[in-house]
């Protein structure tokens, strides 16, 4: 049993944010984990010469933050991830504090699924955008 939002209890308009400031382990961690060790992320001197100037977070570790919200808050334990949409608006850097946040922006009663638009900011400006459709943590049954 899921300590999560069943859809029954879901509401257009709900939200839940997190937020964790990404840092040179948390790069170094995901490079070895994803395998992505584009150098734009691991190269300083590489990254000088990128269009953003110096290393950049993976996109990817930004949008992580939104599954953490989905997985842990809205809907919460009990969701099943079903799709994701994502555009990058900017790059996150180390030191950056990433906000994700989810809010309900659609409920299919017939398949029990949810929209969620999904954004990352850092001081305010978007950095990721997009929109999750999850099915909710099953309603629990009483017991006889």
Not at 53 to 82: C, D, F, N, Q
């Amino acid at each position: 049993m899921s300590d999560g939002i069943c859809f029954e209890d879901l509401r257009i308009g709900m939200s839940a944010s997190t937020g964790k400031t990404i840092t040179e382990a948390d790069i170094l961690l995901y490079a070895a984990v994803s395998t992505d060790t584009n150098p734009v992320h691991l190269n300083a001197e590489a990254a000088a010469a990128s269009p953003f100037k110096e290393r950049i977070a993976h996109g990817m570790l930004s949008a992580g933050l939104i599954s953490a919200v989905l997985g842990t808050k809205l809907p919460g334990p009990g969701t099943i991830y079903l799709g994701q949409t994502l555009s990058f608006r900017r790059p996150v850097k180390i030191g950056d504090t990433v906000i994700a946040t989810a809010e309900v922006i659609a409920l299919d009663p017939a398949k029990k699924r949810a929209t969620l638009r999904t954004i990352c900011t850092v001081a305010g400006k978007t950095v990721i955008e997009g929109e999750a459709v999850v099915l909710p943590p099953a309603a629990a049954t009483a017991e006889a």
